[in-house]
């Protein structure tokens, strides 16, 4: 009986810390999809640059604050900084961030930041987001 007692203990003890294992795992996944949507998001900002050279340079893309009064450029053809300004709106509400659009709901709820220096012909690139109640930062520099 007592040996019995034992092999009970021993099991119980192997399944809580399997259990706990499977819940440290489950939170380091979460981790790693929302630092890879982070990324897939810099990734985002820097084609969306890319692919407006005439806004970047009239520095179209610097943001710190909230992008607000951006035209819909599928709608009608944009010129170079309203083109940023709707990149830069559709941007920050992929992050989950807009306040001026509550249909907005990004999977990281983060806040971004865009700093170019276009002399430099450098920019970096700043998302913010909570993961597990910690504060993350993810800060990509490149040139564009």
Request: proline fraction near 3%; charge should be negative; include cysteine.
């Given at each position: 009986m007592?040996?019995?007692?034992?092999?009970?203990?021993?099991?119980?003890?192997?399944?809580?810390?399997?259990?706990?294992?499977?819940?440290?795992n489950a939170q380091h996944r979460r981790s790693a999809v929302a630092h890879a949507e982070a990324?897939?998001?810099?990734?985002?900002i820097f084609e969306?640059?890319?692919?407006?050279p005439a806004g970047?340079?009239?520095?179209?893309?610097?943001?710190?604050?909230?992008?607000?009064?951006?035209?819909?450029?599928?709608?009608?053809?944009?010129?170079?900084a309203e083109m940023a300004a709707f990149d830069l709106a559709r941007w920050r509400c992929a992050l989950g961030a807009s306040t001026t659009d509550p249909g907005c709901r990004g999977p990281l709820?983060?806040?971004?930041?865009?700093a170019a220096?276009?002399?430099?012909?450098?920019?970096r690139v700043t998302i913010r987001w909570r993961d597990q109640?910690?504060?993350r930062t993810l800060t990509v520099?490149?040139?564009v």
């Open positions: 007592l040996e019995l007692l034992v092999a009970l203990l021993v099991a119980s003890v192997g399944v809580l810390g399997a259990a706990g294992l499977t819940t440290l990324v897939r998001l810099a990734e985002d969306r640059m890319r692919a407006n970047l340079q009239a520095g179209g893309y610097a943001l710190s604050g909230d992008a607000v009064g951006a035209p819909d450029c599928h709608a009608s053809p944009c010129a170079a709820h983060a806040t971004g930041a865009v220096d276009v002399s430099a012909a450098s920019v109640g910690e504060g520099d490149g040139g």
